[in-house]
């Protein structure tokens, strides 16, 4: 999957954090976002994953606005496990490869047996 990040700006209570960013990662590549505290990777990454809405420019994923997609279909395409991410629930660690089967469900629905496969599939990797 294709990312491309251009002209990115964020803004949080009028203050600008990060301002024009463009940045493209190829499908299979590993990029890594260095740079001291504060100068906006964790704001940068949050647009990606949609908890922040930039103030300009636009997040692609294989060509497509993720934030002109509804929340499923943008769900069905990226989610987020955040370092900092902090819950007061116990979930195992299959039931957190789970939850990423949840936008392919319908409505409120249980896991099929094909999410349960996939789920081990994917923990066995």
């Not at 740079?35 to 060509?63: E, F, I, Q, W």
Request: charged share 25%.
């Amino acid at each position: 999957m294709r990312l491309d990040i251009t002209g990115l700006s964020v803004e949080v209570a009028g203050k600008r954090l990060v301002h024009d960013i463009t940045l493209r990662a190829g499908s299979g590549r590993l990029v890594g976002l260095v740079g001291p505290n504060g100068s906006g990777k964790s704001t940068l990454l949050r647009c990606v994953y949609r908890a922040l809405r930039p103030a300009a420019g636009t997040v692609r994923l294989d060509g497509a606005d993720l934030h002109a997609m509804d929340a499923r279909a943008g769900a069905r395409m990226l989610a987020a496990l955040p370092q900092e991410a902090s819950t007061e629930f116990d979930f195992t660690v299959a039931e957190v490869v789970a939850m990423g089967r949840l936008p392919h469900q319908r409505g409120a629905g249980r896991a099929s047996a094909e999410d349960s496969a996939r789920c081990a599939r994917a923990l066995a990797r």
